[in-house]
């Protein structure tokens, strides 16, 4: 069955600090994985999207690495700011239907503290 | 930023009413998508179009409907509200080329 898991389903941190958001996945066969975050009340928004050749791409201060072998992904959030209190959602998609359909994660709720 | 808009952001109804959620998109994306997402759960997908006339019903049964006239419009309707209804909904699209899904604001339906 294909799913994705994210972990911790929530975390608090302190403004500047750094953090890691883990997301395992058993989606085959995989084509891309993508990191959104959504604010509360609003739709997600992109943050980055790899495909099996890459192991690792930056947006500003978020970094997802990728590892294609294992199903695993993680979302490094470095020097966090109030604005990053959001849920990231960790999607994969397949290629094994013309859909290209994605399958989503409950997201991990970050939470900055001042 | 992208160009996709949702109306209402909010609405709260009756059982049995008969509503219709707007999304528009100005960017030309030929792929428009519908999901449906709860509290502290996963986006599921309930509706998607590929194109002007093209309609497909997603992965989560769903009794609202959908239709693509226009290329920039991807309306979604339920006929008869139910409080099982009760949920957000989100509009997203993508251009044929390109994987990534841009999604609008939302509407969040209260159905008492």
């Known amino acids: 069955k294909n799913q994705v898991e994210q972990s911790p389903q929530s975390l608090i941190i302190l403004e500047g600090k750094n953090c890691t958001l883990q997301?395992?996945?058993?989606?085959?066969?995989?084509?891309?994985l993508r990191w959104y975050k959504q604010d509360t009340g609003r739709g997600p928004v992109s943050l980055t999207i790899m495909t099996f050749s890459e192991n690792t791409k930056s947006n500003g201060r978020y970094t997802a690495t990728l590892d294609a072998d294992t199903k695993q992904s993680s979302l490094h959030i470095t020097a966090s700011q109030l604005s990053d209190s959001a849920s990231y959602i960790c999607?994969?998609?397949?290629?094994?239907?013309?859909?290209?359909?994605?399958?989503f994660g409950r997201g991990t709720q970050l939470t900055v503290w001042p | 930023e992208a160009d996709i808009y949702q109306t209402p952001r909010y609405l709260v109804i009756g059982t049995g009413k008969k509503i219709t959620l707007e999304c528009s998109q100005t960017m030309g994306h030929d792929k428009m998508y519908w999901y449906q997402q709860d509290p502290g759960m996963e986006l599921h997908l309930i509706h998607y179009?590929?194109?002007?006339?093209?309609?497909e019903k997603g992965d989560l049964s769903s009794e609202s409907t959908v239709s693509r006239i226009r290329t920039e419009h991807f309306p979604l309707t339920l006929e008869s509200a139910r409080p099982s209804h009760t949920s957000q909904y989100l509009c997203?699209?993508?251009?044929?080329?390109?994987?990534?899904?841009?999604f609008g604001p939302g509407t969040r339906l209260t159905v008492l």
């Open positions: 179009s590929y194109g002007v006339n093209s309609t």
């Open positions: 997301c395992n996945y058993t989606v085959s066969p995989f084509s891309n």
């Open positions: 999607v994969v998609g397949d290629r094994g239907s013309t859909l290209g359909r994605l399958y």
């Open positions: 997203a699209s993508n251009p044929s080329e390109r994987p990534t899904q841009y």
